[in-house]
C-alpha cells in the first residue's frame, strides 16, 4: 500500500474533490467508511447532498474556526491522506478500510487511540482500490496535532497492515535515496526534449567528476570545465572551501536564473563534505613509480581489487563492505568515460542503476577501500589497450561483484538497493557481451595445436574438476587454451597458473566459467614469470617433502613416558 500526504488550506474544497462524480470520471459511488466519532454526515448516502456536504464542512471546521478567534489556527488546517491498495490485491470491504483509516490516523497522530481530543477526520471511498482521509489540524484542545514524520509514519503501519491483511507487500526504502524528480521538473524536461531531468544530468556529471578527481581542487576543476555546467564554490572566511552548487546552462527560473542544486540536494553523498571524506582515502601511486620498468597494469590491478570486493561482502565488517560498493560505484561511474562508444549505453545506464546500491543506512569507512579507489583513478590515466581484453577482463569480474551486491543488501533487506543491483546486472551482462567479442575471437583464431589442447584438458580436470566437463563444452574453450599457451610462451607454468585462477575466487556465480578463466588466466600471465632459480628451488622444496613427510600429529605428541593412553569411553 502506498500513501500520499499533502496540506492544504479549504476543507470545503477538498470534500467537493472526494465527492465530485462529474469531473472526475473515475470517482465511482463515493462514500464514507469511518469518520472521527462514527456520526459523521455522509453526502453520499443523504437525499439531499449539497445540504449534506456543507454540514460535514462544517462540522469538520469547528474546531478551526474556534482556533481562529484565539488566534492560534494554523495556515493550512486540512490534512489530506490517500491509501491505494496494489493493483494485484484483493478488493477489500469497507469495514476492512474502515479499520486501516482507524490505525493509519491513529499512528500518525492526527487522532491517536483513546485520546478524546483527537482531530476531526472522514475516510472517503470513492474507488475500490483506494481510500482519502480528509482531516483538520486542530484538536479538541484547540492545540495543532503533533503530525511530524506522518508519511514515516504511516508507511510503517501500511508495511504491519500488508503483512496482517496478507496484500502485497511494497518495497519500501530507508531515506538513503537520492532525491527524485518533481513532477514539475520532468514536465519542463519533456518540453525541452530531454529524457532525463536538469537534477539527474547534474547528478550524473557530478558523481562521473568525483570518479575521476584525486583532490577536492581537481574535483572541483573537473567540474567548472565541464560544457554545459554552472559551477559556485563557496568559501568559509578563512578561504577553506564551504560548498559548492551547480546549474545546467540554459535551465532557468521565471526570473531568467540560474537554478542551482547544491550537492546535498542531488544526492546525500554528494555534499561537499562525503566527498572529500571520499577522496581522502584514495591510494595515489607515486609518479617514480608509474614511470618504473615493473609498474603494475592498472587495469589488472583494479581487476583484482574488484574480484576481491565478494570476499569483503562475506565479512562481517558491514562499514567496510559499504565502503567497497561505494568505490566500485566510481568504477562504473567512469567507465563510459573510457569504453568505446557502441558500450556507453549499457554501462551508463549500469552505472545510474548501481548508484542507489552504493548508499545504506550503514555508514562507510573508506579507507578500507584505498587500493580499489587508488587503481580505478589509474586507470583513467591510462585508456584499456584496443584489443577490448581489459575492459572485458574488468567487467567479467564487476558483474561477480554485482551478484554479490544484490546477496549482500537482500540479506539486510535493503530492498531498494538489492532491486537495482539486479537490473545493474543486466546492464552490466549485456556490456560485457558485447565487450568480449572481439578479444575472445582473437584468442579463439591462434588456437594451439592438438597435442597442446589435450595436455590442457588434463590441467583443467585437476584444477576444477567440479566445473571440468562445463568448461571443456563451452565454447570460450579455445580461447582458454590459447591463454594457457600465452602463459606457457611467457614463461609461466600453465598447470600452475590454472590453478592460481581458479583459487581466486569459486566459479559458482560465474555466468561463463570458460570466460571467467581466460581473463584470470590471461592477467596473470602479464606478471614476470618465476625464474629458473626459484623454480628449481620450490621442485626441491616439493621432492624434499614428498620424501621426508612430518611424522603424524599423533606421534609428535608423544613424550618421554610413551604413546598417550587411550581415553575410555
Known amino acids: 500500500m502506498i500513501a500520499k500526504i499533502s496540506s492544504g488550506k479549504s476543507t470545503a474544497g477538498l470534500i467537493r474533490y472526494l465527492f465530485d462524480t462529474e469531473k472526475a470520471k473515475d470517482h465511482t459511488d463515493p462514500h464514507l467508511v469511518a469518520s472521527w466519532d462514527g456520526f459523521a454526515p455522509d453526502p453520499g448516502r443523504a437525499e439531499d447532498f449539497d445540504a449534506t456536504k456543507m454540514l460535514l464542512v462544517a462540522d469538520l471546521d469547528l474546531r478551526v474556526k474556534q482556533a481562529k478567534r484565539h488566534g492560534r489556527a494554523p495556515k493550512q488546517h486540512v490534512w489530506h491522506c490517500s491509501i491505494r491498495a496494489a493493483e494485484s490485491d484483493r478488493i477489500l470491504g469497507d469495514e476492512e478500510w474502515a479499520d486501516i483509516a482507524r490505525r493509519v490516523v491513529a499512528a500518525t497522530g ?26 483538520t489540524k486542530v484538536r479538541g484542545d484547540l492545540r495543532t ?63 562521473t567528476a568525483v570518479s575521476a578527481a584525486a583532490s577536492t581542487e581537481e574535483f572541483l576543476g573537473i567540474l567548472s570545465g565541464t560544457e554545459g555546467v554552472l559551477v559556485e564554490v563557496q568559501h568559509f572566511p578563512s578561504g577553506d572551501v564551504r560548498g559548492y552548487k551547480v546549474a545546467l546552462e540554459g535551465d532557468t527560473n521565471t526570473a531568467g536564473e540560474p537554478i542551482w542544486f547544491s550537492g546535498s540536494k542531488l544526492a546525500p553523498d554528494l555534499s561537499l563534505p562525503k566527498i572529500q571524506e571520499r577522496l581522502a582515502a584514495t591510494e595515489t601511486v607515486p609518479a617514480h613509480q608509474q614511470s618504473g620498468r615493473r609498474r603494475t597494469n592498472p587495469w589488472h590491478q583494479a581487476t583484482a581489487a574488484a574480484e576481491r570486493i565478494p570476499h569483503h561482502l562475506d565479512q562481517a565488517d558491514d562499514e567496510a563492505a ?89 540479506v539486510r533487506h535493503h530492498d531498494q538497493q538489492a532491486i537495482s543491483a539486479h537490473q545493474t546486472l543486466l546492464h552490466l551482462q549485456a556490456a560485457y557481451d558485447q565487450a568480449a567479442i572481439p578479444p575472445l575471437a582473437g584468442l579463439t583464431h591462434r588456437k594451439p595445436p592438438q597435442q597442446t589442447v589435450d595436455r590442457h584438458i588434463r590441467h583443467i580436470q585437476q584444477a576444477v574438476p567440479k566445473h571440468a566437463e562445463q568448461v571443456l563444452n563451452d565454447p570460450a574453450w579455445d580461447a582458454l587454451t590459447t591463454a594457457l599457451a600465452d602463459a606457457e610462451a611467457a614463461g609461466h607454468d600453465p598447470a600452475q597458473i590454472l590453478q592460481q ?37 620450490q621442485a626441491r622444496s616439493t621432492m624434499s617433502a614428498t620424501q621426508h613427510p612430518a611424522p603424524p600429529a599423533a606421534r609428535r605428541t608423544h613424550g618421554p613416558s610413551g604413546p598417550p593412553k587411550a581415553h575410555s569411553r
Not at 483527537?118 to 483506494?130: K, S, T
Not at 566510481?330 to 573510457?338: K, M, N, R, T, Y
Not at 590515466?381 to 551486491?405: H, Q, W
Open 322 to 410: 559499504q565502503a567497497h560498493l561505494a568505490a566500485f560505484g566510481e568504477a562504473l561511474d567512469f567507465l563510459p568515460l573510457i569504453a568505446p562508444a557502441h558500450l556507453r549505453p549499457q554501462l551508463r545506464q549500469a552505472a545510474t542503476a548501481f548508484e542507489r546500491a552504493t548508499r545504506s543506512r550503514i555508514r562507510a569507512e573508506h579507507h578500507h577501500a584505498r587500493a580499489l579507489r587508488g587503481a580505478v583513478r589509474t586507470m583513467l590515466r591510462e585508456p584499456a589497450p584496443k584489443d577490448g581484453a581489459a575492459l572485458a577482463m574488468f567487467l567479467d569480474a564487476a558483474i561477480l561483484v554485482v551478484i554479490a551486491a544484490t546477496r549482500w543488501h537482500d
Open 145 to 207: 496535532a503533533r503530525h511530524w514524520n506522518d508519511y514515516l509514519t504511516a508507511d510503517r503501519e501500511l508495511a504491519a497492515i500488508e503483512k496482517e491483511y496478507g496484500l502485497h507487500q511494497v518495497v519500501r526504502g530507508d531515506r538513503t535515496a537520492a532525491q527524485r524528480p518533481t513532477r514539475a521538473e520532468r514536465e519542463k524536461a519533456h518540453r525541452a526534449g530531454q529524457q532525463q531531468t536538469a537534477r539527474e544530468r547534474l547528478r550524473t556529471t557530478v558523481r
Open 110 to 135: 492526527i487522532a491517536p487511540e483513546g485520546d478524546p481530543d483527537g482531530c476531526r477526520w472522514v475516510a472517503v471511498r470513492h474507488a475500490p482500490d483506494h481510500i482519502h482521509i480528509a482531516a
Open 501 to 537: 585462477a581458479a583459487d581466486q575466487r569459486t566459479l559458482d556465480d560465474a555466468h561463463s566459467a570458460a570466460k571467467a578463466l581466460t581473463w584470470r588466466v590471461h592477467r596473470l600471465t602479464q606478471r614476470t614469470p618465476p625464474s629458473a632459480r626459484a623454480v628449481a628451488a
